[in-house]
Nanobody, 115 residues
Framework: QVQMAESGGGLAQAGGSLRLSCAAS????????MSWYRQAPGNQRELVAS???????DYADSVKGRFTISRDSAKNTAYLQMNSLRPEDTAVYYC?????????WGQGTQVTVSS
């Protein structure tokens, strides 16, 4: 089994930065990809960024050029560096881990950006 621990998030002003971390433990050798999703009140959960085991990344158009996803394989941790934050980035951010037969969600961490 794989366990996940999210950290980071909080309150930032528009134009500021925050960094999210998602540390995986357990059978981490089976992880295919790690991603960050977000869900704002009244909206559907949406993909923010993902990174595969070989380092391939993908981003939502709304965060391209502002957010960077990275992965420390030795620590089995994925990071989401969020720069130039906007009020519309306010949401609960969820870590997602994709394994061969199933996927796991983190409990979520709140990110609030004030104008």
């Amino acid at each position: 089994q794989v366990q996940m621990a999210e950290s980071g998030g909080g309150l930032a002003q528009a134009g500021g930065s925050l960094r999210l971390s998602c540390a995986a433990s357990g059978n981490t050798f089976a992880i295919n990809a790690m991603s960050w999703y977000r869900q704002a009140p009244g909206n559907q959960r949406e993909l923010v960024a993902s990174i595969t085991v070989d380092g391939t990344t993908d981003y939502a158009d709304s965060v391209k050029g502002r957010f960077t996803i990275s992965r420390d394989s030795a620590k089995n941790t994925a990071y989401l560096q969020m720069n130039s934050l906007r009020p519309e980035d306010t949401a609960v951010y969820y870590c997602h881990v994709q394994l061969p037969l199933y996927s796991l969600w983190g409990q979520g961490t709140q990110v609030t950006v004030s104008s």
